[in-house]
């Protein structure tokens, strides 16, 4: 059973940046997929990034493409989003999830087994 803490949530300005750190226990972090997803109030959750069990191939919505960066530290089992050039569009409870798969990028989310509790952020005009 692996358990996922976000942190790193809070309030910015658009325009400014945060970066979100996901902690995992419990299992073998260099053999999942990890992936960040987001739901924004009266929406459905969305993909938002993707990393493979090293790092070395990552993948992101088109929204986000070019503002955030997925990255992650298999000797710490955390992986982080940091995001820049925030936008008012982009507040959301963003979520960490992780999936042990043969495939090395997951971006549907009922593919992913484990998630965190989320952590809001929330971006001012």
């Known amino acids: 059973q692996v358990q996922l803490v976000e942190s790193g949530g809070g309030l910015v300005q658009a325009g400014g940046s945060l970066r979100l750190s996901c902690a995992a226990s419990?299992?073998?972090?260099?053999?999942?997929?990890m992936g960040w997803f987001r739901q924004a109030p009266g929406k459905e959750r969305e993909f938002v990034a993707a990393?493979?069990?090293?790092?070395?191939?990552?993948t992101y919505a088109d929204s986000v493409k070019g503002r955030f960066t997925i990255s992650r530290d298999n000797a710490k089992n955390t992986v982080y989003l940091q995001m820049n050039s925030l936008k008012p569009e982009d507040t959301a409870v963003y979520y960490c999830?992780?999936?042990?798969?043969?495939?090395?990028?997951?971006?549907?989310?009922?593919?992913?087994?484990?998630w965190g509790q989320g952590t809001q952020v929330t971006v001012s005009s």
């Open positions: 999830a992780a999936t042990e798969t043969s495939y090395s990028l997951v971006t549907r989310g009922n593919q992913y087994t484990y």
């Open positions: 419990g299992g073998t972090f260099s053999s999942y997929v």
């Open positions: 990393i493979s069990w090293g790092g070395s191939r990552r």
